[in-house]
């Protein structure tokens, strides 16, 4: 990715979304009227992480969290770096399954816990509560899931959506009992 790739590439997408008759067809979801980005969130799907990587440490936006779905691959100084670069603001969940991923992220997180951040981890046997995952600042999770269904056989692009910094995150639904562990649907 080019120095501020990521800038503009939101900003073509920002000007599409402004248009007359995109702003007709999405109605009230217009972002017609934003005058900025706001809340930026990557995500990455297996060989995704170097984009991933790219985004977070020179995409010329902030972004806020950085979801990898058995993805690091690789790169993960760029993740920890852009972590601890804003203390408390920012937050990185790995859903790592096995192989490379897994070694990856077990080294990431041991980084990380040397450099103070609490990393919260999550196995098919251990589950995070749902206020567990809206307040950590780094997640390992050790899904059941195949690299093929690392999004959604456990609802884990959901549940990173609901517990995201994004408005408008859902369902209440999700925040029923928040603090015990989640239970999980397997969806195949």
């Given at each position: 990715m080019a120095r501020h790739g990521l800038a503009r590439l939101l900003g073509e997408v920002r000007g599409l979304l402004a248009?007359?008759?995109?702003a007709?067809?999405?109605?009230?979801?217009s972002c017609?009227?934003?005058?900025?980005?706001?809340?930026?969130?990557?995500?990455?799907?297996?060989?995704?992480?170097?984009?991933?990587?790219?985004?977070?440490?020179?995409?010329?936006?902030e972004v806020r969290e950085a979801w990898l779905f058995d993805a690091l691959y690789g790169e993960a100084a760029a993740y920890r770096d852009w972590l601890l670069a804003a203390p408390g603001r920012r937050k990185l969940v790995t859903f790592a399954i096995g192989g490379e991923p897994l070694r990856e992220s077990l080294a990431l997180a041991a980084a990380l816990r040397a450099r103070g951040v609490d990393v919260l981890e999550e196995t098919p046997l251990t589950r995070l509560s749902r206020a567990d995952m809206v307040r950590a600042r780094a997640i390992l999770a050790r899904p059941a899931a195949t690299h093929g269904t690392a999004t959604?056989?456990?609802?884990?692009?959901?549940?990173?959506l609901v517990a995201s910094c994004l408005r408008g995150r859902?369902?209440?639904?999700?925040?029923?009992?928040?603090?015990?562990?989640?239970?999980i649907a397997r969806r195949i």
């Open positions: 248009t007359r008759r995109v007709a067809a999405l109605g009230d979801a017609s009227g934003a005058r900025r980005v706001d809340r930026v969130v990557v995500a990455a799907h297996s060989g995704g992480y170097r984009t991933g990587a790219a985004a977070v440490a020179q995409g010329g936006v959604f056989e456990e609802s884990a692009l959901r549940d990173c859902g369902s209440g639904a999700f925040f029923e009992d928040a603090d015990r562990p989640r239970t």
